[in-house]
């Protein structure tokens, strides 16, 4: 699993990559992991305001929904619309062709809480006994079918 | 993103091992560990739409009825009609509760006229076997025996193919619903043409400890045709593209087979058997709201208990909704009022506080052409 240096992350597995008052936002290799496939992702528009740790977003996979939250405050100021189209980027280069929006940052003191790539490391290893845990809303059974006779 | 859920103990089915060498993502289900995706849910959804899959599905539960009378008893247990069955014949069919609505839905193979084989949901067999019980004291013997078999599902186009390298009767002659006992790869094997995904394909039970072998044999006569081991994910979204129901979604105890499309299910001229009386009298009033199918016609995946408008009313709710991979479209069940059901009708769903156009559609989603 990759946590490239330069990045700060949050416990939530956004990372953010600062370039002067700009943080630019995605989520990390470990959630796309977590998730699987992407079929779908919800962004704000530009011009849109971003509270630290509030939703932003969303991604879904084919089997679940997962917010995105703000590891920085501030306002949209450019946003990945590549993504709707192709959502599966976020799983093939989430900190690259996969990130999702550009923040100006209203207050950069929002960075102290976020982690270095040493301690996110460290982070997901604490993490490694609910790695296999999914958001798995899902009731299942399954069984069955209708099908030839009286249909 | 959400952070994981915190594990809890769960049962582990005979293969749980097998699945964890295969590096599957495991996750909690109906308080069972089970592999969520092995490669990824789209890569084994399509490969059981394009060649074949194996899934555990050792978590569903097994019923066995048994004493003189066993069929008969199941006939007033249900409301399809096992007298309509020929020797080697399944059944889809339901356990009803008082009102009407669903306690489960079942396969149902009566093996001989005193001892009938039912499998049940995973999340349902406590309260299956309670209910069958409960209704069966004094006239048969009921007994959960869950633990002793595992299920396997081979499915997709090549499963004839592939189990036909390990079975010598003629799976060609084996109609949809029917079943056989046979040995698969030399273990004694329960084979039903039966399955969840809407494709051709076999369920197979064995003994719990031949459990690891057959899964090894089957995944090794498909290994020429392509053969994946597929997880959860997979299933979902395969029976969710053929509008297979699921328990806790599509059905529950306030769920009548009417409301959910399972009218051919209800045999009323059979006679009386449990919960026939309201379900009568529904059909005779019609019923208030129906199961239907949705495709997203604006961007957004409707995903289970979403609401459902129709103008400024709340017509009802999403049961199951995902984006399809076979059709790369966003599609859904829901539940709406009777006078919204309509196919071509235009709703909107309520995605994360903003409302989303859909379009009434035909179920099922996916049909699979027959050769």
């Known amino acids: ?151 | 993103m959400n952070a994981p859920a915190t594990p809890q103990v769960r049962k582990k089915t005979p293969l749980n091992s097998v699945h964890r060498r295969l590096g599957a993502k495991m996750v909690e289900f109906a308080g069972w560990d089970m592999p969520v995706q092995y490669r990824g849910v789209i890569e084994e959804h399509l490969a059981v739409r394009g060649r074949a899959g194996l899934f555990d599905v050792s978590h569903m539960g097994e019923v066995e009825v048994r004493g003189a009378g066993a069929v008969d008893f199941c006939q007033t247990l249900t409301p399809n009609d096992l007298s309509r069955l020929k020797p080697g014949q399944a059944q889809y069919n339901l356990l009803l509760n008082d009102n009407g609505g669903t306690v489960d839905d079942i396969v149902i193979y009566p093996l001989k006229a005193d001892h009938v084989f039912i499998c049940v949901n995973a999340s349902n067999t406590d309260k299956d076997f309670d209910w069958i019980e409960k209704h069966g004291a004094g006239k048969v013997k009921v007994e959960d025996t869950s633990a002793r078999y595992v299920q396997l599902a081979l499915q997709g186009p090549l499963a004839e193919n592939i189990l036909q390298r390990l079975t010598s009767p003629r799976l060609a002659e084996l109609k949809t619903f029917y079943f056989f006992f046979a040995a698969v790869g030399g273990i004694e094997s329960l084979v039903a043409r039966t399955g969840y995904t809407g494709e051709d394909g076999f369920e197979i039970f064995c003994e719990a400890p031949d459990g690891e072998k057959l899964w090894d044999v089957l995944m090794q006569a498909g290994s020429e045709d392509g053969l994946q081991p597929a997880g959860l994910g997979a299933r979902d979204t395969l029976r969710l593209e053929r509008a297979l129901p699921l328990y806790g979604h599509e059905l529950d105890d306030s769920t009548t087979p009417l409301e959910a499309g399972l009218d051919w299910v209800v045999k009323f001229s059979k006679g009386s058997f449990l919960g026939r009386d309201p379900l009568l009298k529904q059909k005779e009033e019609g019923v208030r709201r129906k199961l239907v199918g949705l495709e997203m016609t604006d961007p957004g995946i409707a995903r289970s208990h979403y609401p459902v408008f129709k103008g400024s009313a709340r017509s009802g709710e999403v049961t199951s909704g995902t984006k399809s991979p076979t059709l790369g479209k966003a599609i859904a069940m829901a539940y709406v009022r009777a006078e919204d059901a309509a196919a071509g009708d235009s709703v909107e769903v309520e995605i994360r506080e903003r409302r989303a156009a859909a379009r009434i559609v035909p179920l099922p989603f996916y049909r699979r052409q027959v050769k």
Do not use: C, R
Not at chain 1, 86 to 95: K, V
């Open chain 1, 1 to 151: 699993m990759e946590f490239p240096e330069g990045l700060k992350y949050s416990k939530e597995h956004e990372w953010v990559l600062v370039e002067d008052k700009i943080a630019i936002i995605g989520i990390t290799e470990f959630a796309q992991h977590e998730l699987g496939d992407v079929v779908y992702v919800e962004l704000p528009e530009i011009g849109e305001k971003v509270v630290k740790d509030d939703p932003f977003g969303a991604v879904e996979s084919v089997k679940a929904v997962s917010d995105v939250f703000a590891p920085v405050g501030g306002t949209v100021v450019e946003v990945n619309d590549t993504l709707p189209e192709s959502p599966e980027t976020i799983n093939d280069d989430p900190y690259g062709d996969g990130w999702m929006i550009k923040v100006e940052m209203t207050d950069k003191d929002d960075l102290k809480d976020l982690m270095s790539a040493e301690e996110y490391a460290e982070y997901i290893e604490q993490q490694k006994e609910g790695d296999e845990e999914e958001e798995d809303d899902d009731e299942d059974n399954g069984e069955d079918e209708d099908e030839d006779e009286d249909k």
